[in-house]
């Protein structure tokens, strides 16, 4: 695959260009910056996507692209969470676990089976996305909250769970389908 000039990649690179300014601020304990970085990377995510719509520049590049900063997020978050709100990992480890253990499932199935990361982009991915932004950021800015905790993680093992199936059922990796209940 090759690079493509267009607005939604552009984003997506502002977004790649993010993750190293994260782990900084992270590192640094430095959590309203990180806060309002880790918001600009959401927005990033939503306007790549909005624009290769409405600008009619979706590509099998761009999906893929748009995957990348995305797992490498998901990667790094565990990390992020440990290093900014470390009772959450100490307080919830097994839950974190089985949910890490579940990613590093589907991402491997996904590579065994297609040769490729997987890159779906499933509604479940996108409120999955949306329930871990608010767990996060609400979390930095005042207290940790138990329920938005196991609200967040069950949101991440549904949407691992439909990408787990997805991959199970289709013989080619169809980046554009949007749930397992819709053709």
Known sequence: MKWQNTVPNYFTLLRLVCIPILWFFALFHMKISFVILFAFAGLTDFFDGY???KLKQESEFGAWFDSVPDNIIAACLIFWIWLLLPEIILNHFVVISLLLLIFIINFTLGYVKYNIAV?????????????????????????YN?????VMSFLIFLSLCEEIVMTLTHEKMDPHKKSIFFK
């Not at 138990?146 to 196991?150: I, N």
């Open 146 to 150: 138990v329920l938005l905790f196991y």
């Open 119 to 143: 890159n779906y982009h499933l509604y479940s991915s996108k409120v999955c996305f949306v329930g871990i932004f608010i767990f996060f950021v609400y979390s930095l800015l005042f207290t």
């Open 51 to 53: 624009f290769a719509r």
